[in-house]
């Protein structure tokens, strides 16, 4: 993915298309072995491997531009919020802090929420702190097989900030699902507002990337991630029917 100045509307069909093509993408899929929450590890793969693409060849991570992307990520989801909270909601938006990479390995510099240091490999969103911020090598291992990770991971955490900002009863019982539902208003949602660009190879790694962070077992309580189809399907539903959608 990248940043774009240009407004291109025509963002919009291929948008549309391409979140209902993702769940297309899963429905033939649902029998799969999922990997545990464990990002390094190898996720089963749907379909074919992505198609070629523009961007580094998986496996490699260029250093300058996963910070960038990494920087893209967390600007174009706090510019997507800013913009549209008060259309979808009361009051207004204010910024999470953002802490942004960490390494969960030096547990010196590992950031603390509540008094608890974060943990490694992960992701998350401190509401005792109002921040958000990623383990650098869970950042590094997923952006290695695609730049579309690090914007999934970092709008989805975004997801919880924002649950927090709202009232209780907005916030869903399936909380996980409805940040990933978030997340996927906000990344269809900044590419027809022309901030972000979707290039070849990104939806596939979303795919992907859901495959990898999917629960075993589907969603039946709080805290429950959800399995990959239900994953996807949420982020899809956000993707196609925007903000509103994630709270029906
Ligand atoms: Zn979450």
């Known amino acids: 993915m990248r940043e774009t100045a240009r407004n291109c509307s025509r963002w919009r069909l291929a948008a549309l298309a391409g979140a209902a093509a993702l769940v297309a993408a899963l429905a033939g899929a649902c029998g799969f072995e999922v990997a545990p929450a464990a990002p390094g590890a190898q996720g089963t793969r749907v379909a074919t491997p992505a198609p070629a693409s523009q961007e580094s060849p998986p496996g490699k991570v260029d250093e300058n531009e996963f910070q960038e ?29 953002v802490v942004g990479l960490y390494n969960g390995r030096d547990p010196g510099s590992t950031p603390t929420c509540d008094g608890e240091p974060l943990e490694r490999d992960n992701a998350a969103y401190c509401p005792a702190g109002d921040f958000v911020a990623w383990d650098a090598h869970l950042m590094r291992s997923g952006y290695a097989r695609g730049d579309a990770w690090v914007y999934l991971v970092i709008a989805h955490e ?43 190879g990104d939806e596939q790694e979303l795919v992907d990337a859901f495959q990898v962070i999917g629960d075993k077992a589907p969603w039946t309580k709080p805290g429950d991630h959800g399995s990959s189809v239900q994953r996807l399907r949420s982020f899809s539903r956000g993707g196609e029917n925007g903000v509103r959608a994630c709270f029906t």
Request: with cysteine; aromatic share 12%.
């Open 158 to 200: 975004w997801g919880h900030a924002v649950q927090n900002r709202l009232r209780r009863g907005l916030v869903s019982p399936a909380a996980e699902l409805q940040a990933d539902c978030l997340a996927g208003a906000v990344l269809y949602g900044s590419s027809d507002d022309g901030t972000l660009k979707f290039e070849d």
């Open 69 to 97: 992307d990494v920087r893209t990520a967390e600007t174009i989801t706090d510019d997507y919020w800013r913009r549209h909270w008060e259309r979808l909601f009361t009051g207004s938006y204010s910024s999470p802090r």
